[in-house]
């Protein structure tokens, strides 16, 4: 297994470096001709997000789509993805980052009740407690 960083999945999505996508692709594309997994760990995963929502200016359909994408592609090993596919669906259905999705589902699958903050926009989910 192999596992690639926020930049180089930024490219080999968005294409905006004509240059680094193609290395972007090709690496994976070797990956995939070794029958060799692309790990993406949850930082990368949320990293990505915020890139995608704050520097691309994608929507939340766009970017849960992306997410869905990734998580059904045999090449990639995401981190702890059932989780993710939770989170995912929290990310839809509810307002919040994504990153604090992932982080209310990791804390409950640690065996934790709820998660405090002070993130009123968290309300909806019932595993935060608003402080």
Do not use: H
Not at 17 to 32: P, Y
Not at 34 to 39: A, C, G, H, N
Not at 48 to 53: A, M, N, Q, R
Not at 80 to 107: E, H, L, M, P, Y
């Amino acid at each position: 297994m192999i596992a690639v960083d926020t930049n180089v999945l930024i490219r080999f999505f968005v294409r905006d470096d004509a240059k680094q996508a193609a290395l972007a692709s090709e690496f994976i594309r070797q990956a995939k001709k070794r029958d060799e997994k692309v790990l993406i760990d949850l930082v990368v995963l949320c990293e990505l997000v915020w890139v995608l929502e704050s520097g691309y200016g994608y929507s939340k359909v766009e970017i849960v789509s992306l997410l869905e994408r990734i998580l059904s592609t045999k090449q990639f090993e995401v981190q702890n993805s059932g989780i993710v596919w939770q989170a995912v669906d929290d990310f839809r259905t509810k307002s919040g980052d994504f990153a604090d999705c992932i982080i209310g589902r990791i804390n409950i699958n640690e065996g934790s009740r709820l998660t405090a903050t002070f993130d009123r926009t968290l309300k909806a989910f019932p595993f935060f407690e608003i402080l």
